[in-house]
């Protein structure tokens, strides 16, 4: 198996922070995934793997106990205790890509990779890691935006800056580090991968990133970049709160098309995004545009 092996892409949670439903919003979205009209989603979290045998986590949400329990490839294989998750790397801070790891306390231990900002945060803002590190020993790798890293034989990982002027809930940091995007390369195919699920602009130097890559899973969390403030659930707009809108002139949906990439997946959803549903205007325009909306469970190969 391992010989014929790709590298392979798990979508173990399709919504972002809340999930959908999420667990105190009555909104429409809401509302008809309730009742059962659409499918719920768990938060966001992704699982590569090279060689379909040892795995690794990008970002550890809320939801990672019942992630692992659907997806057999994460479970133990053998009696006793052991575990097919090799490491985590993080995105970001943000507690519903980082509380996860709070619920992977009783391994061995846990590799992290993220960066100094990012590290600096878990220890000194959310407290998430000084926390974990009571229950059992943290290896930190430290992630340095634009260095290759050997993940694994078959799979290279190359972090990259994601600009943001998001109001960081746990003390600014520096700018630099404090969100980043994931560039994945199969060795052996050639082909890659990004996983880009908090952005706020499409820069030139983000283009150049995505540019031409196989498969984007990407950021799709507000289809309007005003969509909470008019449900008068938030006073911010999307690209305030980090994440470039979907919809509008200089929207995501407007500005991929050139990047030539093959397959576009919108990752990321907030439970209000009516591309959550599959029978919304919404939603057609985006396959009509050729994208795609992830649901849980989804898995690419490169
Ligand atoms: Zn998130
Ligand atoms: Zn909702």
């Known amino acids: 198996?391992?010989?014929?092996?790709?590298?392979?892409?798990?979508?173990?949670?399709?919504?972002?922070?809340?999930?959908?439903?999420?667990?105190?919003?009555?909104?429409?979205?809401?509302?008809?995934?309730?009742?059962?009209?659409?499918?719920?989603?768990t938060q966001s979290s992704v699982a590569v793997s090279a060689d379909h045998g040892r795995w690794f986590l990008i970002n550890a949400s809320p939801d990672v106990r019942a992630q692992i329990e659907a997806f057999p490839d994460l479970q133990p294989h053998d009696g006793g205790r052991a575990t097919p998750l090799q490491a985590v790397l993080l995105t970001?801070?943000?507690?519903?890509?980082?509380?996860?790891?709070?619920?992977?306390?009783?391994?061995?231990?846990?590799?992290?990779?993220?960066?100094?900002?990012?590290?600096?945060?878990?220890?000194?803002?959310?407290?998430?890691?000084r926390t974990l590190e009571r229950y059992c020993p943290v290896e930190w790798r430290a992630v340095v935006p634009g260095v290759d890293l050997a993940l694994a034989e078959?799979?290279?990982?190359?972090?990259?800056?994601?600009?943001?002027?998001?109001?960081?809930?746990?003390?600014?940091?520096?700018?630099?580090g404090r969100v980043v995007g994931y560039r994945l390369t199969d060795t052996r195919s050639g082909g890659k991968l990004v996983y880009l699920p908090s952005v706020q602009a499409l820069t030139a130097v983000l283009r150049a990133e995505i540019q031409g890559c196989d498969c984007l899973l990407i950021d799709g969390t507000c289809w309007r970049d005003d969509e909470l403030v008019r449900l008068g659930l938030a006073g911010k707009?999307?690209?305030?709160?980090?994440?470039?809108?979907i919809d509008g002139p200089d929207g995501s949906l407007a500005q991929l098309p050139s990047l030539g990439v093959r397959r576009t997946i919108f990752v990321h959803m907030n439970n209000t995004n009516p591309i959550l549903l599959e029978d919304t205007p919404e939603r057609r325009v985006v396959e009509d545009s050729g994208m795609e909306v992830a649901m849980d469970g989804l898995e690419v190969e490169v």
């Not at 798990?10 to 059962?36: E, F, I, K, T």
């Not at 707009?237 to 809108?245: A, F, K, Q, V």
């Open 1 to 41: 198996m391992v010989g014929s092996a790709r590298v392979r892409l798990r979508v173990l949670g399709s919504a972002a922070g809340g999930g959908s439903p999420q667990w105190n919003c009555g909104c429409a979205v809401c509302a008809a995934v309730r009742s059962g009209a659409g499918d719920a989603r």
């Open 92 to 129: 970001d801070a943000e507690l519903d890509h980082t509380l996860g790891l709070l619920l992977l306390r009783e391994a061995v231990g846990v590799t992290l990779y993220a960066t100094p900002a990012v590290h600096k945060t878990l220890c000194d803002g959310s407290g998430v890691l």
């Open 154 to 176: 078959g799979l290279s990982c190359r972090a990259f800056d994601v600009p943001t002027t998001k109001w960081a809930r746990f003390g600014a940091g520096s700018e630099h």
């Open 237 to 245: 707009t999307s690209r305030e709160m980090g994440h470039l809108p």
